[in-house]
C-alpha cells in the first residue's frame, strides 16, 4: 500500500507561481505513473497532469498546458506540480493519485488518493 500526502498549496495572487509536492511512502514510488487532479467548489474532480513512472511521459489539461509543469524526484519518492502564471480559475484542492489503467485523463484509471491541497488564487 502506497500512502500520499499533499503540500505545498496556498493562497497567491494571479500571476504568481506555486510548488506543489506528493509524498509517498509505502511501496516503490518508481513502480507507478501518477496523476493530479483538482476540484473547484461545486465541480467535479477533473484531469491536471499526469507522469509516468520515470518521468520519462507526461500529459497536461488544455487549461494548463503551458503554465504548469509535472515532475517527480523517485530518489525522494515525491512528484511535484510547478504552477506558474496562475488563474482565478486555478482555485481548487489538488489532489495526488497513482495511476493503475485505462486513460491516463480519467479519474477512474486512479486510486490511492491522498487528502489534497487547497490553492486558493485571489485576483
Known amino acids: 500500500q502506497v500512502q500520499l500526502v499533499e503540500s505545498g498549496g496556498g493562497l497567491v495572487q494571479a500571476g504568481d507561481s506555486l510548488r506543489l509536492s506528493c509524498a509517498a511512502s509505502?511501496?516503490?514510488?518508481?513502480?507507478?505513473?501518477m496523476g493530479w487532479f483538482r476540484q473547484a467548489p461545486g465541480k467535479e474532480r477533473e484531469f491536471v497532469a499526469s507522469i509516468s513512472r520515470f518521468g520519462e511521459h507526461t500529459n497536461y489539461a488544455d487549461s494548463v498546458k503551458g503554465r504548469f509543469t509535472i515532475s517527480r524526484d523517485n530518489a525522494v519518492n515525491t512528484m511535484y506540480l510547478q504552477m506558474n502564471s496562475l488563474k482565478t480559475e486555478d482555485t481548487a484542492v489538488y489532489s495526488c493519485?497513482?495511476?493503475?489503467?485505462?486513460?491516463?485523463?480519467?479519474?477512474?484509471?486512479?486510486?490511492?488518493w491522498g487528502q489534497g491541497t487547497q490553492v486558493t488564487v485571489s485576483s
Open positions: 509505502g511501496r516503490t514510488f518508481s513502480d507507478y505513473s
Open positions: 493519485a497513482l495511476y493503475r489503467r485505462g486513460s491516463y485523463f480519467r479519474i477512474s484509471g486512479y486510486d490511492n
